[in-house]
C-alpha cells in the first residue's frame, strides 16, 4: 500500500529543544566515540572494511539500479537562488557544420553546497569552536583550498550496504512537514516495521520526503524551514556504527532545534562523528523499489569528483537490488 494511503497514527509531539549546554555535551560524548579515537583520519569509513563490502555486494538480488540525486537545478528559485550554470560553448548558433567532423562543447558550474542539488559533503566541510573533526585547526582551510580531510579521503569511492528508513512512511503521511524534527525512537521504529536492521559499516538513509513535497507542492525558502533529524537522533548512527549518513534534505532541521547552533546535525555527523553526509538526495524511486522488493538494504556506489582540495562534491549514488 502506497504510504499515503496507510491510516495515519497519532502525531509525534514536537521534540524539545536543545540548550547550547546540552548540545554540547552531546557533541563531547559522539566525539569521544568516533572510530579514529580523536585522531584525524577517515572517520567512519573506518568501519567500511573490505570484508563488508564484499557482504554488501553478495546480497544484491534483482541486479535493478536506481539513482538517489535529483536532476541538478539550473533555474533560480526560493530554494536555489545561486543555482548551477550550464552552458553550450560549441558549435556556435548558427555556426553548426553539414560536413565532416565536429564537437558539442559545454561548461558546468555549481554551489556545491546549496540547498537543492545532491552533494556529498567532506570531513573538512564543518567548522566548530575553531576545529575540523579530529581536532584538525581551521586553517588548514585556505582561500587555495583545503589541506586536510578533504574529497582525497573518498577518492576510491565508497560502496556497501546501503539502509533506507522511511519515516513519512513510518508515519502514514506522504512526507514530513517542513519543521517536523525526526527522532531517534522514529528510526528505530522505522526499523522494526521495515524488517531491517541498520549495523556497522552501512551507509544510513533517512526519507523524509522532501523532494515529493518539493515536486508535488513546489520549492520553498528551505533556508527558514525544513523537515530533518532531532540532534539527539545522531546518538542512532553512533550506536549502530554507520559510516554515512544521507538524507532527501540536508538532514538537518529548520528552525534548529539549538538556538545557538544553526546547523547541530551537520556539526555533530560531521565535526564530531566523521560522518560523511549525502544531502539533497532523491529518495522516492529508491522507496519504490525497497517497497517492492520488501528490502530495504541494498549495495551502494557513490562516486565523488577528483577534486583534491575541495569541501565537498555533486553525486549521483547508485543503489543496486
Known amino acids: 500500500m502506497p504510504s499515503h494511503q496507510r491510516p495515519a497514527p497519532p502525531h509525534p509531539p514536537a ?36 570484508e563488508r563490502v564484499v557482504a554488501a555486494a553478495a546480497e544484491v538480488r534483482c541486479g535493478r539500479t536506481v539513482s538517489l540525486a535529483a536532476p541538478v537545478e539550473t533555474r533560480s528559485g526560493p530554494d536555489s537562488p545561486d543555482p548551477a550554470s550550464h552552458r553550450m560553448t560549441a558549435p556556435a548558433h548558427g555556426e553548426t557544420g553539414t560536413h565532416g567532423l565536429d564537437f558539442a562543447r559545454d561548461r558546468f558550474a555549481m554551489n556545491v553546497h546549496g540547498d537543492v542539488d545532491s552533494h556529498l559533503d567532506a570531513l573538512c566541510h564543518v567548522i566548530y569552536d575553531g576545529r575540523l573533526y579530529g581536532g584538525v585547526p581551521a586553517s588548514t582551510v585556505t582561500p587555495d583550498g583545503a589541506e586536510a580531510l578533504t574529497l582525497e579521503l573518498v577518492h576510491d569511492g565508497i560502496v556497501g550496504r546501503g539502509v533506507l528508513l522511511d519515516v513519512p512512511r513510518l508515519r502514514g503521511v506522504p512526507w514530513l512537514e517542513p519543521g517536523e524534527q525526526v527522532t531517534a525512537e522514529d528510526l528505530v521504529a522505522a526499523e522494526t ?7 556497522p559499516g552501512d551507509l544510513l538513509f533517512v526519507r523524509v520526503g522532501h523532494r515529493l513535497r518539493r515536486r508535488t507542492l513546489g520549492p520553498w525558502d528551505v533556508a527558514a ?10 546518538r542512532f548512527p553512533a550506536e549502530r556504527q554507520v559510516s554515512v549518513l544521507g538524507s532527501d534534505g540536508n538532514s538537518d532541521a529548520a528552525p534548529s532545534a ?20 549525502l544531502d539533497y538526495l532523491d529518495l522516492e524511486g529508491l522507496a519504490e523499489l525497497c517497497d517492492e522488493q520488501a528490502r530495504w538494504h541494498f549495495l551502494c556506489v557513490v562516486a565523488p569528483l577528483r577534486l583534491p582540495a575541495a569541501t565537498g562534491s555533486p553525486v549521483n549514488p547508485i543503489a543496486v537490488l
Open 15 to 50: 521534540p524539545h529543544p536543545l540548550s547550547e549546554a546540552a548540545f554540547r555535551d552531546l557533541f563531547r560524548r559522539l566525539r569521544d566515540e568516533s572510530p579514529d579515537g580523536g585522531h584525524p583520519g577517515r572517520g567512519a569509513l573506518e568501519r567500511l572494511t573490505p
Open 193 to 199: 516495521a521495515q524488517r531491517t536492521t541498520v549495523g
Open 258 to 277: 539549538v538556538a545557538e547552533v544553526a546547523f547541530p546535525v551537520h556539526v555533530l555527523a560531521v565535526n564530531a562523528m566523521g560522518l560523511h553526509l
Open 225 to 234: 524551514a525544513r523537515a530533518g533529524l532531532h540532534p539527539t537522533a545522531l
